[in-house]
């Protein structure tokens, strides 16, 4: 494998008070290209004292950030939007050598997190307060919308720069200060590199901080901080089961986009070729380390045969290899903990009487696609979400068994449907048990005024449009008594 040219050692420093500066603590970390491993960058690492500084200026910052004209707000987002596009090229850089991401997907990721920060420049213009009228005579009822304060902003791998702008962005346009601690193994495509289009855009210093830390050292202290009210956080249900358990201990408000088990349940009506195509893309991209990648194809057996075989047919054309070439659809997995966790699901799956028609090489951290048939639900594939590009093709003799073995999941992030009947395909999308479906396409979808967010074990919260502001904004009931009330003593 050759080596990717290495562009990032100047991502040495914590962001902090609008400052660039080293952290406190005694350990570093190495970046690492999960493409061939060579060493991207080192930083040493933020500890607890930095995590109370950040916390402490994005406090003070606020203050000031809340009272500024709305004008002011929408237009720093605006022009975040286009720094972002003017940084197109360095962006998509990162997110291939940090992340493992393809070109087209580093691309997808720059336009989805565009496309969030300017609908999120409407944001300020809806911190609206309200009158509501009183059953009490001659009272008036004033409803105002106001910043939380400060949030706490916990990302992901898989997809860093979207994930995190996507919660980052929101909450400043409401007027609050933010923290925001990206995963290590992403820290400049999931935080470093926005903290350079915000200072680009003039955002008052102090407002937006990021610490890179290591969890083993600083524990739980960036959740449970007593500045923060609102965490947000996307990614495994498991680590998000332990943040809103600390919320609910310090009674914070918690947004959380967790884990999914998402299914396409394919009909016998549908047109195999077009439901094929879209599950390629649904399951495989970026390696299937999304999210909302399709980890349960359900088909009906009317059509199952034909549908496994064009399905393969059309898995076998994608390009593995290396992300920076344009052409590569699959590239590297996050880490080689993540491969050996992929290779034991399908070894056990295998065991438990799945057939494997298609299987890819597994090298250091590559996983070409792999496609197993004759799954059953209780298979180690069907039960876990997999974070890989492993399909499980499930066969079903009806609708009503597709419906119900979607629902056998504790997770209910995205799905599909696929038909030949368009209304029919929404009455069996709404017996799904998940935050969002669609029919006729695949379950990667993400618009910025649409609601995004689980069901079940798969989160609480939405992000998008205006549920991002219900996510970042607190109300105050202010009555006003024109005329003096009588009381009975």
Same mark, same amino acid.
């Given at each position: 494998m050759s080596t990717v040219t290495n562009t990032l050692n100047s991502w040495t420093k914590q962001y902090i008070g609008g400052e660039w500066q080293e952290g406190n603590s005694q350990n570093s970390y190495t970046n690492k290209n999960p493409f061939d491993q060579s060493s991207l960058v080192s930083i040493k690492l933020a500890s607890i004292k930095d995590i109370d500084a950040s916390y402490k200026e994005a406090q003070q910052a606020q203050i000031h950030w809340q009272q500024s004209n709305p004008s002011e707000r929408a237009d720093m987002m605006k022009k975040a939007a286009e720094v972002v596009e003017s940084m197109r090229e360095e962006i %998509?850089? %990162?997110l291939i050598s940090e992340t493992g991401s393809s070109v087209i997907k580093a691309n997808v990721e720059v336009d989805l997190a565009i496309a969030d920060i300017q609908e999120f420049a409407n944001i300020p213009f809806k911190m /609206?307060? @309200?009158i509501r009228s009183s059953v009490i005579p001659d009272k008036e009822n004033r409803v105002y919308r106001f910043p939380v304060g400060v949030v706490g902003v916990i990302s992901p791998f898989n997809f860093p720069f979207y994930l995190s702008m996507r919660a980052i962005a929101p909450a400043l346009a409401a007027g609050n200060g !933010? =923290? +925001? &601690?990206?995963?290590l193994q992403t820290y400049i495509s999931g935080g470093l590199i926005i903290a350079k289009v915000f200072e680009k855009v003039g955002l008052p210093k102090g407002l937006f901080n990021v610490v890179v830390v290591d969890i083993a050292e600083i524990g739980d202290t960036f959740v449970e901080h007593p500045i923060p009210q609102v965490i947000s956080f996307t990614g495994s249900t498991a680590v998000g089961r332990r943040i809103g358990g600390l919320c609910g201990k310090h009674l914070k408000r918690a947004a959380l986009e967790l884990g999914g088990n998402n299914v396409m349940i394919v009909l016998d009506? +549908?047109? =195999? /070729? #077009?439901a094929a195509s879209a599950a390629v893309f649904g399951k495989f991209l970026h390696q299937g380390q999304i999210c909302m990648s399709l980890n349960r194809i359900i088909v009906h057996r009317n059509i199952y045969n034909e549908? %496994? #075989? =064009?399905? &393969?047919e059309k898995t076998a054309m994608l390009k593995a290899g290396n992300p920076a070439n344009p052409e590569v659809f699959i590239g590297p997995l996050i880490n080689e903990g993540q491969v050996n966790k992929i290779k034991s699901l399908v070894d056990q799956s295998i065991e438990q009487g799945a057939n494997c028609i298609l299987k890819g090489k597994i090298e250091g951290t590559f996983v070409e696609p792999i496609i197993l048939t004759d799954v059953t639900n209780d298979? +180690? !594939?069907? &039960? /876990? @979400?997999?974070?890989g590009p492993v399909a499980a093709i499930l066969p079903v003799d009806s609708e009503e068994e597709a419906i119900r073995i979607a629902n056998e999941s504790d997770c209910g992030l995205s799905g599909a449907v696929f038909t030949g009947d368009v209304e029919h395909g929404v009455n069996v999308a709404l017996q799904v048990h998940t935050g969002m479906i669609h029919v006729n396409d695949q379950s990667v979808n993400c618009e910025p005024n649409i609601p995004f967010g689980g069901e079940k074990s798969s989160g609480l919260g939405r992000y998008g449009g205006e549920w991002s502001l219900d996510e970042f904004t607190t109300t105050r009931w202010v009555s006003v008594q024109k005329v003096p009330r009588p009381f009975p003593f």
């Amino acid at each position: 494998m050759s080596t990717v040219t290495n562009t990032l050692n100047s991502w040495t420093k914590q962001y902090i008070g609008g400052e660039w500066q080293e952290g406190n603590s005694q350990n570093s970390y190495t970046n690492k290209n999960p493409f061939d491993q060579s060493s991207l960058v080192s930083i040493k690492l933020a500890s607890i004292k930095d995590i109370d500084a950040s916390y402490k200026e994005a406090q003070q910052a606020q203050i000031h950030w809340q009272q500024s004209n709305p004008s002011e707000r929408a237009d720093m987002m605006k022009k975040a939007a286009e720094v972002v596009e003017s940084m197109r090229e360095e962006i %998509v850089s %990162v997110l291939i050598s940090e992340t493992g991401s393809s070109v087209i997907k580093a691309n997808v990721e720059v336009d989805l997190a565009i496309a969030d920060i300017q609908e999120f420049a409407n944001i300020p213009f809806k911190m /609206n307060s @309200e009158i509501r009228s009183s059953v009490i005579p001659d009272k008036e009822n004033r409803v105002y919308r106001f910043p939380v304060g400060v949030v706490g902003v916990i990302s992901p791998f898989n997809f860093p720069f979207y994930l995190s702008m996507r919660a980052i962005a929101p909450a400043l346009a409401a007027g609050n200060g !933010v =923290v +925001a &601690k990206p995963d290590l193994q992403t820290y400049i495509s999931g935080g470093l590199i926005i903290a350079k289009v915000f200072e680009k855009v003039g955002l008052p210093k102090g407002l937006f901080n990021v610490v890179v830390v290591d969890i083993a050292e600083i524990g739980d202290t960036f959740v449970e901080h007593p500045i923060p009210q609102v965490i947000s956080f996307t990614g495994s249900t498991a680590v998000g089961r332990r943040i809103g358990g600390l919320c609910g201990k310090h009674l914070k408000r918690a947004a959380l986009e967790l884990g999914g088990n998402n299914v396409m349940i394919v009909l016998d009506d +549908a047109d =195999v /070729n #077009q439901a094929a195509s879209a599950a390629v893309f649904g399951k495989f991209l970026h390696q299937g380390q999304i999210c909302m990648s399709l980890n349960r194809i359900i088909v009906h057996r009317n059509i199952y045969n034909e549908f %496994v #075989q =064009v399905f &393969k047919e059309k898995t076998a054309m994608l390009k593995a290899g290396n992300p920076a070439n344009p052409e590569v659809f699959i590239g590297p997995l996050i880490n080689e903990g993540q491969v050996n966790k992929i290779k034991s699901l399908v070894d056990q799956s295998i065991e438990q009487g799945a057939n494997c028609i298609l299987k890819g090489k597994i090298e250091g951290t590559f996983v070409e696609p792999i496609i197993l048939t004759d799954v059953t639900n209780d298979m +180690a !594939v069907a &039960k /876990n @979400e997999l974070f890989g590009p492993v399909a499980a093709i499930l066969p079903v003799d009806s609708e009503e068994e597709a419906i119900r073995i979607a629902n056998e999941s504790d997770c209910g992030l995205s799905g599909a449907v696929f038909t030949g009947d368009v209304e029919h395909g929404v009455n069996v999308a709404l017996q799904v048990h998940t935050g969002m479906i669609h029919v006729n396409d695949q379950s990667v979808n993400c618009e910025p005024n649409i609601p995004f967010g689980g069901e079940k074990s798969s989160g609480l919260g939405r992000y998008g449009g205006e549920w991002s502001l219900d996510e970042f904004t607190t109300t105050r009931w202010v009555s006003v008594q024109k005329v003096p009330r009588p009381f009975p003593f």
